[in-house]
T-cell receptor, first 115, second 111 residues
């Protein structure tokens, strides 16, 4: 069964450093998403991406964040200058077609720890 | 998107049916009810969705009341692997495609 993959599984970084989280969505999917979950809190939407541009973003997704689909398979989330409060699990998701009710498939997540 | 209310936690004996309720009294006519679950910090997993008819798939059944103000997710024979946080999410047909997760119900299946 096709699945979303994410690398690395755990990233440790120093405050102020740039990090790039990588995702490989399901190959024929068209919509891509990033969510995050701070330990013990809710899963929060960050950004959605379609047709090589951002389609929606939350207030969390400020200028420190950016997304990119550098080739036909990868989808990345970059945090330019990490803060302690960026420590969280980051989940990538993808969904299939333009149909509204296509379920989103989530990856296993990347645990980001900012020291 | 309409707000949902779920009990924070529930227990269920292994092998019995788990019935997880969700209130969505402000749901509007074009909003679907979705259920996802999250097993111990893994990525959320889609379970089922519906508009107004009851739905069943290999994982669960979804019962939506006639007035659509509440729904129940049924896991017919709960196993220990069903221990997870279950999220009821209402999504607009015309709104953004992203999911808004609440706090969900933590289901613990007891041996």
């Amino acid at each position: 069964e096709p699945e979303v993959t994410q690398t690395p599984s755990h990233q440790v970084t120093q405050m102020g450093q740039e990090v790039i989280l990588r995702c490989v969505p399901i190959s024929n999917h068209l919509y891509f998403y990033w969510y995050r979950q701070i330990l013990g809190q809710k899963v929060e939407f960050l950004v959605s991406f379609y047709n090589n541009e951002i389609s929606e973003k939350s207030e969390i997704f400020d200028d420190q964040f950016s997304v990119e689909r550098p080739d036909g398979s990868n989808f990345t989330l970059k945090i330019r200058s990490t803060k302690l409060e960026d420590s969280a699990m980051y989940f990538c998701a993808s969904s299939g077609t333009a149909d509204f009710y296509n379920e989103q498939f989530f990856g296993p997540g990347t645990r980001l720890t900012v020291l | 998107d309409a707000k949902t209310t779920q009990p924070p936690s529930m227990d269920c004996a292994e092998g019995r049916a788990a019935n997880l309720p969700c209130n969505h009294s402000t749901i509007s006519g074009n909003e679907y009810v979705y259920w996802y679950r999250q097993i111990h910090s893994q990525g959320p997993q889609y379970i089922i969705h519906g508009l107004k008819n009851n739905e069943t798939n290999e994982m669960a059944s979804l019962i939506i009341t006639e007035d659509r103000k509440s729904s129940t997710l049924i896991l017919p024979h709960a196993t220990l692997r069903d221990t997870a946080v279950y999220y009821c999410i209402v999504r607009s047909q015309t709104g953004a495609n992203n999911l808004f997760f609440g706090t969900g119900t933590r289901l613990t299946v007891i041996p």
